[in-house]
């Protein structure tokens, strides 16, 4: 369990002191949960950014605030990307006995042999909602594709058994699939037609005046 530092600051900061933070490499940050009332607080950028990289978005953190340590997760955070920096972070306080229900990641891994045979793999499914004590919470599910033909697909139902955790989504949801990429039919070409199938405007005007003429004639 990773440990990182968090600075109290005013419950109601102002504008500007929000932007001071911000600009000292901070970001304003929010506790609430477990056993704990609403504490706002601020942790060093730098310093979140390497403790996430460590136990993952779902990861246990030990927040260490002038109150004493608290446990908790990253609840939810802003990022602004065009100043490619974060905003704000929700952690919640958590009990490491009582279960959590989060987003988790799917990562396939390895080479299916049913796309070297012209196949195409797909993901139509990135994440699944996954209830677990925290410790037990994975980081990521993996999905083992080294042996997936064209025509397979593979489900929530296969990884179930996985790990110390409950899947919420339900066993007929799609996570990988491979199959045969769809031809494009060519449009049909148009027929040819012969020139001289192709009445000249004009010439049944002036044939039809020939014979007008020749019938007044008679």
Do not use: W
Not at 89 to 116: C, R
């Amino acid at each position: 369990m990773a440990k990182l530092d968090a600075a109290t600051r005013s419950h109601k900061s102002n504008r500007s002191e929000l932007s001071e933070i911000r600009n000292n490499g901070g970001i304003p940050c929010v506790i609430y949960g477990y056993q704990t009332e609403n504490i706002s607080v601020s942790v060093k950028e730098n310093e979140f950014v390497k403790v996430i990289r460590e136990v993952g978005r779902n990861g246990v953190i030990d927040l260490q605030t002038g109150e004493g340590a608290v446990k908790v997760m990253v609840s939810d955070y802003q990022f602004d990307a065009m100043k490619n920096q974060i905003m704000h972070i929700d952690f919640l306080a958590i009990n490491m006995n009582e279960e959590q229900t989060v987003d988790v990641s799917i990562t396939l891994v390895g080479e299916a042999p049913g796309a070297d045979e012209g196949g195409v793999v797909e993901q139509p499914t990135f994440t699944v909602s996954v209830t677990a004590k925290p410790a037990d919470i994975p980081e990521t599910i993996e999905v083992d594709i080294s042996e997936m033909n064209i025509g397979d697909t593979y489900y929530v139902s296969d990884i179930r058994s996985k790990g110390n955790f409950v899947i919420e989504d339900e066993d007929d949801v799609a996570l990988v699939t491979c199959h045969v990429p769809a031809v494009e039919e060519e449009p049909e070409e148009d027929e040819e037609i012969d020139e001289a199938d192709v009445p000249v405007i004009g010439e049944e005007d002036e044939e039809s005046s020939d014979e007008e003429g020749t019938e007044k004639e008679d």
